[in-house]
């Protein structure tokens, strides 16, 4: 328990700095902070100005309901930071305590909670992010540790509450049937499928507005889903073209290492359960699905904990001498594993020489009321998004200047993150819709000026 406050303390802090210095984007951030806002405000039909949808018409995340109530509590971006810490830095104590019921040796343990606190995807995807299907993490384990148990009154709530959080989430529940089945439990088998079905037809038929993420993403393997499975069947190699074998081996690595050396012959199920997550995110042509800080995988780890926990459990528990062993192993592939894929390095490369800025900004904002409407850059529009309207120059469409309370733009000689890399705004790809902009507002009337060293500000007259 100690552990698991102290890591959601680490969590939290390390996101939290990385959104002060300027390390979050509009997407999807700033997208999720503004459908809670908007929920929260009993604006639920209302279109948001950065999806250019209504909140549950992206992936129809019912889970957005209980959060937005939180949200207006304290409206601000670092609240959704704080569920998403705590829902992750409890995963610590949950699996010790599903360890210590299945009889599960002390030393064996510590050792899965040192898996899970050393994981790199759970440090990156709570970095500078917000997702409902990562608070979902802690259901998930609960779901596939109740799959094989006669009671229901745990398992169904956390499978439903785990599809709430978007329409994709099925793939996690059609895993978690596999799962049930591979335990002997048909009927359960069968319901968890149907449910899972049926929220995915259901929520994708409301989040259709959304646009067709399955056509985007997978559309090169053909026009219909028919065809889709046809080309994987008959030609498999296709799906390198867009996925590089080199990527695939990477993604892998990075969300297994950690926990390679708790996983035994009695995990084969859970991992049986993570294959419709795996192999989708394998081989879709969007490859941040195959990259750690993204929210894709979460109920890939929720699988590979359970598979530990599994075979941890077995009939013939290991010696002493043999569990040490283990608790070594995995300390030693879990920290190679944070080193390599923690990108902790980014603080000082990327952030840390954007303090003056966020300081500035954070000046400059004070003026800006609750109520306004702004005008500005997608990194800026991560920390506004907690109002009605506020659209990014980045995306066509915003229209005339003159409509929006505020345009809140960098000053051209400060270095921004473009592509990962620190560039001074004008000279930048940014650069010339930052100067388009501010001359279309001087041509309105609207006066620019300063805010200070970093930041341009133009309002209404």
């Excluded at 604006?43 to 209504?54: C, P, W």
């Excluded at 498999?236 to 993604?251: K, N």
């Excluded at 990259?291 to 699988?303: M, W």
Aim: hydrophobic share 50%; aromatic share 10%; proline share 5%.
């Amino acid at each position: 328990m100690i552990l698991a406050v102290l890591y959601s303390a680490v969590l939290f802090t390390s996101t939290a700095v990385q959104h002060y210095l300027m390390g979050s984007q509009v997407w999807d951030l700033g997208i999720f902070e503004q459908f809670n806002w908007l929920i929260a405000n009993g604006k639920i039909n209302t279109i948001s100005s950065l999806r250019n949808i209504t909140p549950l018409q992206d992936h129809f995340s019912l889970l957005l309901l209980p959060i937005a109530l939180v949200y207006k509590l304290s409206p601000n971006a670092y609240t959704l930071f704080a569920l998403q810490s705590l829902a992750l830095g409890c995963m610590p104590a949950l699996a010790a305590d599903l360890c210590l019921r299945k009889g599960v040796s002390r030393e064996l343990t510590w050792a899965l909670a040192i898996a899970i606190v050393l994981s790199p995807y759970s440090f990156l995807v709570n970095r500078g992010d917000f997702h409902p299907d990562v608070l979902t993490l802690p259901l998930m384990l609960l779901a596939i540790r109740e799959a094989d148990q006669p009671r229901r009154w745990l398992y169904y709530p956390c499978l439903l509450l785990t599809l709430f959080a978007k329409n994709a989430q099925a793939l996690f529940g059609i895993g978690l049937s596999l799962y049930a089945l591979a335990k002997g439990q048909r009927v359960r088998a069968a319901i968890t499928l149907a449910i899972s079905l049926a929220w995915w037809n259901l929520a994708t038929q409301m989040s259709s507005a959304g646009g067709d993420h399955v056509g985007i993403r997978l559309g090169y393997l053909g026009d219909t889903k028919l065809e889709m499975l046809s080309t994987l069947i008959t030609r498999p190699w296709v799906v390198f073209s867009e996925a590089p074998p080199d990527s695939i081996l990477l993604y892998t690595l990075g969300l297994s290492l950690p926990f390679l050396a708790l996983l035994g012959r009695a995990s084969w199920r859970a991992l049986l359960g993570c294959t419709p997550i795996y192999l989708t995110n394998i081989i879709s042509a969007s490859s941040i699905q195959r990259e750690l800080n993204h929210h894709y995988s979460i109920g890939i780890v929720a699988f590979l904990i359970g598979g530990c926990i599994d075979a941890l459990a077995q009939a013939n528990p290991p010696s002493l001498q043999r569990a040490k062993t283990m608790l070594y192993a995995t300390l030693l592939l879990a920290t190679a594993a944070f080193l390599g894929y923690g990108r902790v390095g980014y603080y000082h490369s990327r952030l840390l020489p954007r303090l003056q800025e966020a300081r500035d900004f954070q000046e400059a904002k004070q003026i800006i009321q609750a109520n306004d409407s702004v005008l500005t850059i997608a990194n800026y529009a991560a920390h506004m998004a907690g109002r009605q309207m506020v659209k990014q120059i980045e995306k066509p469409g915003y229209g005339a200047v003159d409509q929006y309370d505020w345009i809140v733009l960098p000053a051209p000689n400060i270095p921004i993150n473009i592509a990962g890399k620190l560039k001074r705004v004008d000279r930048s790809k940014l650069g010339p819709n930052v100067a388009r902009v501010r001359r279309e507002a001087e041509a309105a009337q609207m006066p620019c000026r300063p805010a200070n060293a970093s930041i341009v500000i133009c309002s209404r007259p």
